[in-house]
């Protein structure tokens, strides 16, 4: 009897001792996906919105009983958009137990991080950032178009919509985003009936005066201007053409998604804007109407692309993870290199794929169909 | 026409360069150091007006003038704090004190206002001004800013030379000890610059923002940098200097990019900075000693 109590407080001991494992350390019947992205910063709408969009994913997915039977943990760590910062960020959730990277946000900080993650053998789905150089290595998965597809599918879809005869294009050359789209712009230009008759630069150091940019472009004639560039700037481009009184079409891509979201712009400046993203938050099917009503219960927000991105990178990793049929247990680099096997395979019907789905070429790049949506009385609609 | 439109714009880039810049130069010019906070001090400002008149809906002249008001508190106050302890360290802690404080009063903002850019309401609201039939179109913050930058710069030429108050700067930027032995204040005219110094980093705020209507935590600093490149090619310590190195920094700055190349704007400002400092190394209006502020 005194024996079976004593091995009763052992096990009784034994139990609890466990359970404060479980409560501290890592359970070993959950997945464990970080992400990395800006929540502070300059880039912080894109980091907010990547964190809150996987969220929503992941509280569905787990409710709906998880992946292959294990349920999520996710943690979201900051990087102001700065590589140095993005590489601790990566660290901080390696000691936390990640086992899949979903990140990171924006293209300069993910190219020093994919490095860490090729050198981990990590998989990670970066939701957004665009630049060829971040799917360099085997193990990374873009969600996003990349830069060059933008630049194309930019000219393809002016041209064909004759949306204009004469263009003018001004990117900030200091940034491999806006340089890599405008260079392939103007390369698809040539196939297409329209006429590039401004090609007008600035750089981070100059990005507050653009009334010389807009004034060549006037010149030249352009009754379109292309912006491959960040809202922010967008945003004086706009107001100064209203004060120059020039008045052409604005075509933007991606990363003009948030501009209506500026504290305090006049978006009546932005009235007639053209933008191509792949994902439009006033479409009418169940799956964006659902997510967007989610969204905005929860954060108070509508979502833009970036969420929507984030939201189909977490059902990439689960669509990839029951293909390739992984396990919580099998080590970091036994997953990277199922899901790796598993990514070409897979289509995801997401938010942001369209009527076809996404799918993924073996050196990670994504295939969907673009779509282009146009602002009016102060929402997006889609063309 | 362009030519005209292109003079104009780099005028008005210039002008703001140029408020900017007489705020360096005059506390260059006296305690004789480089403050890089003052970029910053103009982001403060900006958000001041920014609260006041697009969040509590105050008449723009009241929340330029509270603007004013607190940015010249603020800049007392980072003197007393941050720079007057340091009063005889050597010129580098001071100069690296400048960088913390810049870094603290962005990181500050960044904490109350938030990363989101804010789009800034212009405080000059009269239509643009359209000449030659429309094709010359000249805007009214660019009328108000060349109109202020001159007055600035006048007023303050007048102030140090028919006040008490500014011979005692002329005094103290000429011989600190000297001037105490005369029966200056050095301390209390060091924080006088620093007072007005910061108050036009307020004007200059509101101008930029209002030409360039965004508004982050970063907003200054940039415009800060290249402000003090102007105070540097005019010669660094001389008002009018100061004033002539920001205006044809802004116009080789817009020059530069409609006619040489987009790309180059900044790497053409930067190498007339080169050549005329390897001709003249006080910079333009920069004489030794004499006529510093």
């Keep these: 009897m005194k024996k079976a109590v004593s091995i009763l407080l052992v096990a009784a001991m034994a139990v609890s001792t466990l359970a404060g494992c479980g409560s501290s350390s890592k359970k070993e019947d959950a997945f464990y996906i970080g992400g990395i992205g800006p929540t502070t910063g300059a880039a912080a709408i894109y980091g907010t919105a990547v964190k809150n969009g996987a969220q929503i994913a992941i509280d569905e997915i787990n409710e709906a009983g998880g992946i292959n039977g294990y349920q999520i943990e996710y943690k979201f760590e900051d990087d102001q958009h700065d590589a140095e910062k993005s590489v601790n960020a990566y660290n901080t959730l390696k000691d936390w137990g990640m086992q899949i990277l979903m990140g990171t946000v924006t293209t300069a900080p993910c190219v020093a991080v994919v490095d860490k993650t090729a050198a981990d053998n990590m998989f990670e789905v970066t939701p957004s950032a665009s630049s060829t150089d971040v799917i360099a290595n085997d193990n990374v998965f873009q969600i996003c178009f990349t830069d060059p597809n933008q630049g194309t599918a930019s000219a393809q879809y002016i041209g064909e919509n004759k949306l204009a005869k004469k263009v003018a294009v001004i990117y900030d050359s200091s940034d491999v985003y806006s340089s890599g789209i405008e260079e392939k712009f103007v390369a698809e230009a040539d196939n297409q009936d329209f006429e590039v008759v401004a090609e007008e630069a600035f750089t981070a150091d100059s990005k507050t005066d653009f009334s010389t940019q807009l004034k060549k472009a006037q010149d030249a004639g352009a009754d379109l201007v292309f912006l491959p560039i960040y809202y922010t700037e967008a945003s004086i481009i706009l107001k100064q053409a209203d004060t120059m009184g020039y008045d052409p079409e604005f075509f933007g891509c991606d990363g003009m998604d948030g501009i209506l979201s500026v504290e305090n712009f006049d978006t009546s400046l932005a009235e007639g804007l053209m933008l191509l993203t792949p994902f439009a938050a006033d479409a009418t099917d169940d799956a964006t109407t659902k997510f967007v009503s989610t969204y905005k219960d929860e954060y108070k927000d509508t979502p833009n692309q970036f969420a929507a991105d984030a939201y189909d990178a977490i059902y990439t990793i689960k669509a990839a993870a029951e293909k390739a049929d992984i396990k919580p247990n099998m080590s970091v680099s036994d997953i990277c290199d199922a899901l790796k096997a598993a990514m070409p395979e897979i289509n995801v019907q997401g938010l942001t794929g369209g009527d076809e789905g996404l799918t993924w070429s073996e050196t990670g790049e994504v295939s969907k169909q673009p779509k282009a949506v146009k602002i009016e009385n102060g929402v997006y609609v889609g063309m | ?293």
């Design chain 2, 1 to 293: 026409m362009s030519f005209i439109s292109n003079l104009i714009n780099g005028i008005s880039l210039g002008s703001i360069y140029a408020i900017i810049a007489l705020g360096y130069t005059m506390v260059y010019g006296i305690a004789k150091m480089l403050n890089f906070a003052h970029g910053d001090v103009i982001m403060i400002g900006c958000y001041v007006v920014f609260t006041t008149m697009s969040g509590m809906q105050f008449n723009p002249i009241v929340s330029v003038i509270l603007s004013v008001v607190i940015c010249t508190v603020l800049g007392v106050v980072i003197e007393k704090v941050a720079y007057k302890p340091l009063r005889k360290a050597s010129p580098l802690a001071v100069l690296i004190t400048a960088i913390g404080v810049s870094y603290l009063l962005q990181n500050v903002a960044l904490l109350i206002f938030g990363a989101d850019t804010k789009s800034f309401t212009s405080v000059v609201t009269l239509p643009s001004l359209k000449l030659a039939g429309g094709s010359l179109v000249i805007s009214s913050v660019t009328l108000v800013t060349v109109v202020a930058c001159i007055v600035i710069m006048i007023g303050l030429m007048l102030f140090i030379k028919k006040t008490k108050a500014g011979q005692a700067m002329l005094a103290v930027s000429e011989d600190k000890d000297a001037a105490q032995l005369m029966g200056v204040n050095v301390n209390g005219t060091i924080s006088l610059t620093f007072a007005i110094g910061s108050g036009l980093a307020a004007i200059a705020g509101v101008l930029l923002c209002s030409a360039y209507p965004t508004l982050t935590p970063y907003t200054g600093a940039m415009p800060g940098i290249k402000a003090f490149t102007a105070a540097v090619f005019g010669g660094i310590g001389s008002i009018p200097g100061a004033f002539v190195g920001g205006i044809l920094l802004g116009i080789i700055e817009i020059f530069g990019r409609a006619y040489i190349s987009s790309q180059l704007s900044d790497a053409i400002v930067f190498a007339v900075l080169i050549i005329v400092l390897l001709v003249k190394p006080t910079g333009i209006l920069g004489k030794p000693i004499h006529e510093k502020v």
